[in-house]
């Protein structure tokens, strides 16, 4: 899979890129818009994630550049303004997903993996993990053919886990991904920790094996092995 | 007062003055006038008379008085006596009332006799002819003056059109509009003055206006990108291996922090940006949807601390608000009254068409409770919270006509915030 990735801060853009290429994707970077109106004129990319607060021009007419030029790339917006007008505009000119800066790297990734399955597999390609299988569409998840119930929140973790599986995740990366502005509440890590027991309750129950393991008492690593 | 009304009152009190004084001169006037001339008539008699008298064919000396006017008779002790005017009153026959008289008084020698002689002429028409005239100067005073006030009040609608117009723009006048009002110009010097004052008034303030927005979002633009950084990086460092517990510990740390200063952060550009007036599209927002659907996000929080939770949500509330604000304001009151809830105690919620109700179960505050809505005021047993949300929630309230209440029941140790909806 190859992505485009549009950034002007130097160090996140390095970031991000190692981030990402760790996850076996191809990268190629832009940090003005100049280079990356070339870049998208000159090559297609599965995933294009475009920062709009460029120095030398507005990310949303990168945007209208690659929908006027009909590919098929997911489109991911990056933006630090976190000004609803802007998600709108994004959103009407056809962009799959719309991020606030800062925002943890395991989240880019997770939305990343989630434009490309809607994009190239309509959505309806079944996501497997070992025994874990997650139906996108439906939202359905088995476990070795068992069905289990889970709730939105638990579904969302799960996703969350398989997409950055074999990677350590802390509790603070979890729980923006998971409850995001509403985050700010006091007791929000003890709320996750019963949101990440019960996940792994209704799993192991079903016959799940144990995947999800915590790391030095910060964070869990979800992982088969 | 209008300053139309009060033109005219100030025209009014000084034209009694006027008029009144202007009736006695006008009066006294015509009075000495007629005076005057009487008097010059009596005196051209008089010296008709004596002329007469010097050249008469006829013998005075017989018969007192033929004539009663002017009378003549002889002045037995010869002595001769100075011209005297007089007024007397007389009684007219034919009007059957006595008559105010001027009187000529004055003697005249022929040869060695001494003649009385008294001219006299009746000033009753005279006077009516000096009332009438002082009449019609009163009608003709007082009609100029409603003519005056008529046109007065003309005029001066005519002349503050452009005024009441200026009015009205300035009271249509909204700053955010994307580009700021011009004002009319009238032809008028003084009004085109304002107008121009006005102007150039509207301009300085949108630019401020637009440079503080502006300012908002370079803000948050410059803060946010140093706090992505640091989120990033120290996500790059949790994958690099190996890892000791305390590293990992000191860097999820760390990420809390940041999480705290980007929340803070959107908190006061938030408070900011209300402030400024950048939310100023409204549409109606059905609250009833919209506390059904936070209660849904917010029930398993509930439930993760043990709260009863109840709620009555009276169907089809709704309110012209900013959609984002309405959210914000009653997610946090949501929140405060969730957080701080005693575990395993109850909490509830009611929303009408007339105010928006949580309660929840708690200690006493730890602070004044005219503090509750300050920035920054906050429970030093919880320093994680911001301090904001409530400062927002009063902001947002106050923004749209609301009024918040605080009251605290010391018996069942019940925190209640209600929020009264205007009519």
Known sequence: MKILLVEDEPSLLLAMRQYLEEEGYVMTTAATFAKASMALNDYDYDCVVVDIGLPDGNGLNLIRQLKAADKESGLIIISAKDSLDDKLTGLELGSDDYITKPFHLPELNARIKSVLRRRFFGGSNLIRYGEIVVDPLSHRVTVADQRIELTEKEYNLLLFFIANSNRLLTKSAIAEYVWGDHMDMADSHDFLYTHIKNLRRKLMDAGCPDYLKTRYGA???FTTT | MSLLR?????????AIPVALGGVWFFGTLINRVIRYEVDEQLSSDLAFIQHQLQTARVPLNRGHH????PYIALLPSGHPIGRMYSDTVEFDRREQEPVPVRRLTATAQIGDRMYLIVVRQAMGEFEEIAHLLSLGVMVAFVLLLILLTLLNGWISRRLWQPFYRLIDQLRTYRLNERTPDTFDRSGIDEFDQLSVALNDMSLTLHRQYVGQKEFTDHAAHEMQTPLAVV?????????TEPLTEEQVNLMEQAQQSVRRLVQLNKSLLLLTKIENNQFADQQRVNLSELVNRLHLNFA??????GLNWTTLIEPDVSRLMNPYLAEVLISNLLKNSLTHALPSTFAQLDLTNSQFTVTN??????FPADQ????????????????LGLALVKQIADRYGMTVDYCYD???????FTLFFPN
């Not at chain 2, 033929?66 to 006017?69: A, I, R, S, W, Y």
């Not at chain 2, 179960?361 to 730890?366: I, T």
């Not at chain 2, 509750?372 to 301090?387: C, H, I, M, Q, Y």
């Open chain 2, 6 to 14: 009060k033109t005219l009152l100030y025209l009014m009190l000084a």
């Open chain 2, 410 to 416: 010391e018996r069942g140790r019940l925190h209640t």
């Open chain 2, 66 to 69: 033929l004539l009663d006017n």
């Open chain 2, 300 to 305: 398993a929080y509930a439930q993760h601390r």
């Open chain 2, 231 to 239: 989120t990033t990086q120290l996500d790059r460092l949790l994958t």
């Open chain 2, 361 to 366: 179960v708690g200690p006493p505050l730890p």
């Open chain 1, 219 to 221: 964070g869990y690593l």
């Open chain 2, 372 to 387: 509750l809505f300050d920035r920054f005021v906050k429970n030093p047993a919880r320093p994680e919270s911001t301090g």
